[in-house]
């Protein structure tokens, strides 16, 4: 039964995959200025933009050029790069591992760290604790994701323990490349963990009230347990979803954070790509956050299901 | 270590003036008022109180911002970043405008702004997520299917592409933005209704024959109510940020409208050597979220049925 | 010569003195209002280190071809591992590069320029002419896309005379030729059979290209056979990519850059204070404006353009969008940085009364126009035009800003609106700024000026050897533009940088571009 949804979404991720290249080709498109006019920018005449054109092959018809890259893309060859000619495999491949190092870094923080306070806020509900963690963690999300970063360069960048430049130098070893993504990971944790734990401690609080849960508080079972045994395996299915979505985040948002501490991932990648107009790029980009986008999903689909039968049985 | 004892008291006394407020609130609408409403004044909890106050705050500081604010809006009053005084009680901004008429300005921006982005998105999301649960099949998949596709786009590329298309006016600006929110919002409400949509009362509605429009509104909201309310007070302030990150990128609101989002990025290089101007508009952004979430979370309180 | 995407990108180059007795001005490095005190006390140059350059600029998508080399990122590091055939002074002077002498026929049409012996390439080949017509060649023709494909169009012939020695032939005379060969997109690169590698890594510059990543970073190591003796003094170079203003201050204030080049300048003030750091800002030729296209109505009533002149206060602007790093400009693009700069004519200052005059002689009492505006046209472009329209609404003029997208902008709306904003970095000789933008037909005319005298005198000029009567063509240019021309020209940016104390200088850094001229890895020293 869950392989079936297995598949059945895993084919449908692809079809996603698929219009998503159409849609991005598409706003392109009509973006209105093609790649050879943003290139050539002040210096674009008649004359130049035509040679670029016809050296880059754009003046063929819109359809041809996405048949061409598609052609190339389902055979697993993204082509090369309008701007500088590199294979956009080669292209991506270090600024994906940077990209996926930096997410699994500041999901190892927030995650626990979010579902944590989370259950402790539901079970010191209206405590000291719920309020400090309540106003502690809004004022962080309410501060803009740039701003974050900045306050944490001051407060901490300047104590000189950790540097605020996140360029990994070559052939970084693995506890190189904590120290050195640690602002960017610290301000990615700040910003999803408000989410993730206030929709823990929602869900939570959501189901106290159920009538099983009065039961077991009848029977005399401490809060504690009743909270981790009771109530947490029925509030899962929202927890995963946001957790999910905040992971998704991790992976594909996080341009700004990339900016401001100068970190090589996909993110500036893809938006310097979508200010050239560097189509092929582009795709590539929207492709793997897409994938990641689906697979995260699917994925949360499938814990959620796991978590609540009753889902598998719906007509 | 006095640096640490004088944080201690400004948080102190934040904690203590916010409480006081709240107090204070509370106290004078219960007198105000009668009836019902009194009844549930007087139970709130000060937090709530205070979300109240601060809420009631900002809108009459919004409705009445002409006649608060000492100076106009974008109007130029003297040098640039004059300090604080008994004329520019917060100073002036680089082009020399009244930085405390401008946050005052702000307020009725901001606030409108991510009000009606919010609300639109939720009509929205909410209606279409709840609906999909309910009604299951190929409308479920349609609908997910598409709002996969938009969020598999990563939202700041996305509403990129789209402000570029559009033109970045405030319209386009709150369309684009809620478009992208009611995609989470759809995603949620989904989620959290399909848990309510397996239970026996919904079958039993079924079974009873009501139609989709009722099924909706009077089984799976009301069950759905609780996480989609916590959400509403987080999107809610996640339009400020969304409107800041499109100013990071060149696209926020349009100059001299005063917004706070894009007062933030304005200024914000100046907080790397300590300088508080940037905490001003994102303070009362932290404000106003924190008041917002107070309050939703009061509601969530009574509508959960505890009574602790 | 290109013009750049990104604001502050380019910059004037203070070619004093190149043609002799030019009205040379003074020192080449004018100090900002806070650089002068700072660099005065310099150690004795000594070799080591590895300089490490934070640089407000950078792309995933950036090349080494030199045909695109689009901002400061790209052309410092074609200036660190490429020679150039000519090279701009820090005193304003034009030397040899690789070339090592150059002369003309009188008619200043043919040039030939003479390489120095025994240069070599990175890998060991000599420099020879071949090379040279093949890193020019790449340029020109009817395939180039080349950012420098019109400045080059007037070369007509251009071939080797033996290894050492190649001859341009141009189509009409031009007495500042050799100037044009220091553009930053003509490297000299070895070519096969004729052509050269455009994404080549290999050149003869003072720096070995060891790794590029682009967008990110570039490291290079000191070039033992430079043909410059001594030089360069450092013993590597990185050149890191940092657009965020906030991000390239904190690098260099926690000691992770050694330079910074474009300080935000909100903050400058700020980072002034900070222990060890030195601010120097440079005038160059750099200047923003406000073009108007002199076809449309209202803006081609002169008296209109005269009012929108003098509705705008130039000093508040230097004051607050610059932060006081930059001077005012007198609605022409020469400053005192450049020769032939007629200093006799008059500053424009705000005068609304006078604005209200022009105005009524137009024919109107009140004037409202769109002024279309977006921060890629400047820093803080936006802002800029509000304060203009505060201060013309004075002299009954409503100017509306109108923000347009930062992307596209030079693509839809410079030169397509009829008033809009722009910027140009200087160019090193009158003539070139001239016919860049100001002359009939120009490509990038961006008020479609068509002044029958100014198009007269500017041909004349370009092969008049006289220097008084040159000094007299050139002045009535700048007063034809001043008073007629299109565009508002309200100031002239500095070009300011950052660097630790630890770094050490020339007493006279380069004003032709920002960094000493691009040439700050060859030129400074750790100290």
Redesign the interface.
């Given at each position: 039964m869950i392989w079936r949804m297995v598949g059945q979404r895993l084919a449908l991720g692809a079809l996603v995959l698929l219009a998503i290249t159409v849609v991005i080709f598409g706003a392109i498109e009509l973006l209105g200025a093609d790649f050879a006019q943003q290139r050539l920018g002040q210096s674009a005449t008649e004359e130049t933009l035509a040679a670029l054109r016809e050296q880059m092959g754009l003046n063929r018809p819109a359809w041809v050029r996405y048949g061409a890259w598609i052609g190339g893309a389902v055979r697993g060859d993204f082509g090369v790069s309008m701007a500088n000619n590199r294979p956009i495999a080669d292209l991506m491949a270090g600024r994906l591992g940077n990209t996926l190092f930096l997410a699994a870094f500041a999901a190892v923080m927030s995650v626990p760290l979010s579902i944590g306070l989370g259950l402790l806020a539901a079970l010191w509900r209206n405590s000291w604790f719920d309020r400090a963690a309540n106003v502690g963690t809004l004022t962080a999300i309410a501060f803009p994701e740039f701003f974050v970063a900045y306050i944490l360069v001051y407060l901490i960048g300047s104590t000189g323990l950790f540097p605020t430049l996140a360029s990994i130098p070559p052939g970084a070893t693995f506890l190189e490349r904590l120290h050195v993504t640690f602002l960017p990971a610290l301000t990615l944790t700040l910003v999803v963990t408000a989410h993730m734990m206030r929709m823990t401690r929602a869900a939570i609080v959501n189901l106290l009230a159920s009538p099983y849960i009065e039961m077991a508080r009848l029977k005399g079972v401490p809060r504690a347990r009743v909270i981790w045994r009771h109530a947490l395996p029925n509030a899962l299915s929202p927890i995963i979803n946001v957790v999910a979505l905040n992971l998704a985040y991790l992976v594909t948002g996080v341009v700004v954070v990339e900016v401001v501490f100068v970190y090589p991932g996909l993110g500036q990648l893809m938006v310097d790509a979508v200010r050239t107009r560097d189509v092929p790029v582009v795709q590539a980009a929207a492709l793997i956050f897409a994938a990641v986008y689906v697979i995260l999903n699917l994925l949360a689909d499938v814990l959620s299901t796991l978590s609540n039968p009753r889902l598998m049985h719906r007509r | 270590m006095t640096a640490v004892l004088t944080w201690a008291a400004w948080v102190a006394g934040a904690f203590a003036g916010a409480a006081a407020l709240g107090g204070a609130f509370r106290a004078v609408v219960w007198r105000l008022l009668g009836g019902p409403v009194a009844r549930a004044v007087r139970t709130m909890?000060l937090?709530a109180a205070f979300g109240m106050a601060v809420i009631a705050l900002y809108v009459v500081v919004a409705l009445l911002a002409p006649w608060i604010a000492p100076f106009g809006e974008?109007?130029?009053v003297g040098g640039?970043y004059l300090p604080w005084d008994s004329t520019h009680w917060l100073g002036t901004d680089?082009?020399?405008r009244d930085m405390f008429s401008r946050l005052i300005y702000g307020a009725r921006n901001t606030v409108g702004i991510a009000l009606a982005t919010t609300a639109l998105a939720f009509g929205v999301g909410a209606a279409l997520g709840l609906t999909a649960a309910a009604t299951?099949g190929w409308v479920d998949?349609v609908l997910s299917?598409i709002v996969?596709?938009l969020?598999?786009?990563?939202?700041?590329?996305l509403s990129?592409?789209?402000?570029?298309?559009l033109?970045?006016s405030i319209p386009n600006m709150i369309l684009v933005i809620a478009l992208i929110d009611a995609t989470?919002v759809f995603?949620?409400s989904r989620?959290?209704a399909?848990?309510v949509?397996?239970m026996d009362y919904v079958e039993a509605a079924r079974l009873r024959g009501e139609g989709l429009a009722h099924i909706v509104r009077r089984e799976i909201l009301p069950n759905a109510m609780?996480?989609l309310i916590?959400?509403f007070g987080?999107r809610f302030?996640?339009v400020?940020?969304s409107i800041?990150?499109l100013s990071?990128?060149?696209?926020g609101i349009?100059?001299?409208t005063a917004d706070w989002?894009s007062m933030?990025?304005d200024?914000?290089?100046?907080?790397?050597?300590?300088?508080i101007t940037?905490l001003l508009p994102?303070g009362a952004?932290?404000l106003?979220?924190?008041a917002v979430?107070?309050v939703v979370?009061w509601q969530?309180?009574r509508a959960?049925?505890?009574k602790? | 010569m290109t013009r750049l995407i990104r604001p502050g990108l380019a910059g004037g180059i203070s070619r004093r003195g190149i043609l002799k007795g030019s009205a040379a001005f003074g020192a080449a490095a004018l100090m900002g209002p806070l650089g002068a005190g700072r660099a005065l006390a310099q150690s004795e140059p000594k070799q080591g280190g590895t300089l490490r350059i934070g640089i407000a600029a950078g792309n995933t998508s950036d090349t080494v071809d030199p045909a695109v080399a689009e901002h400061v990122y790209v052309h410092m590091l074609l200036h660190a591992y490429n020679a150039y055939l000519t090279v701009v002074m820090p005193d304003g002077s034009l030397e040899g590069d690789l070339a090592e002498g150059w002369e003309s026929t009188p008619d200043a049409k043919t040039w030939t320029v003479r390489l120095r012996p025994g240069v070599q390439f990175h890998d060991g080949r000599p420099v020879t002419a071949a090379d040279v017509v093949a890193s020019i060649d790449y340029h020109r023709g009817e395939e180039s896309t080349s950012a420098v494909k019109s400045v080059l169009a007037p070369v007509t012939e251009l071939k080797a005379d033996g290894d050492n020695v190649v001859v341009f032939t141009l189509e009409a005379g031009n007495a500042d030729f050799p100037v044009l060969l220091s553009d930053y997109h003509l490297p000299i690169r070895p070519a096969q059979d004729g052509k050269i590698d455009p994404l080549g890594t290999i050149g003869a510059g003072p720096f070995l290209l060891d790794h590029f990543e682009p967008g990110v970073r570039a490291s290079l190591s000191r070039n033992p056979n430079y043909f410059k003796p001594g030089l360069p003094y450092f013993d590597g170079l990185e050149l890191l990519s940092i657009v965020d203003a906030a991000a390239r201050q904190n690098a260099l204030m926690s000691g992770q850059v050694d330079v910074i080049d474009r300080v935000d300048l909100p903050t400058v003030n700020l980072l002034e204070r900070a222990p060890g750091i030195e601010i120097i800002s440079l005038n160059g030729g750099e200047h923003y404006g406000y073009p108007m296209d002199t076809r449309a109505a209202p803006f081609s009533d002169n008296n209109v353009r005269m009012a929108l002149k003098l509705a705008i206060d130039r000093q508040e602007l230097v004051d607050k969008i610059l932060n006081g790093y930059g001077s005012v400009g007198n609605d022409m693009p020469i400053n005192p940085s450049m020769p032939y700069f007629d200093a006799s004519i008059e500053q424009r200052v705000y005068d609304p009364e006078k604005a209200k005059w022009h105005l009524s002689q137009a024919g109107m009492e009140n004037l409202s126009v769109d002024l279309h505006l977006a921060n890629s046209a400047f820093e803080s472009c936006i802002d800029s035009g509000l304060l203009y329209a505060e201060k013309a609404a004075a002299a009954g003029i409503t100017v509306n800003v109108v923000r347009e997208p930062d992307d596209g902008y030079w693509s839809n709306v410079w030169m397509q609106k009829p008033f809009t904003a722009t910027y140009w970095g200087g160019r090193p000789t009158q003539d070139w700024m001239f016919s860049t933008a100001y002359v009939r037909g120009a490509e990038w005319n961006e008020t479609y000026w068509d002044n029958e005298r100014f198009n007269e005198l500017i041909v004349q000029a370009r092969v008049e050897l006289d220097q008084a009567r040159r000094q007299e063509m050139y002045s009535e240019m700048q007063r034809l533009v001043r008073d007629e021309g299109g565009i508002i020209i309200p100031m002239f940016a500095n070009y300011t940088m950052a660097l630790s104390e630890k770094v050490a200088h020339p007493e006279v850094v380069g004003a032709n571009w920002i960094l000493d001229g691009f040439r700050a890895p060859e030129r400074w020293w750790f100290a």
């Open positions: - | 909890p937090s974008r109007e130029v640039q680089n082009l020399g299951g998949m299917r996969d596709l969020m598999a786009i990563p939202a700041l590329i990129l592409l789209l402000l570029t298309l033109g970045a989470r995603r949620l989620a959290v399909m848990d949509v397996v609780a996480p916590a959400e987080l302030c996640f400020f940020l800041s990150a990071f990128l060149g696209l349009q100059p001299p989002g933030v990025r200024t914000a290089t100046l907080i790397t050597f300590g300088d940037p994102a952004i932290a106003l979220t924190v979430n107070f979370d969530l309180h959960s049925g505890l602790d | -």
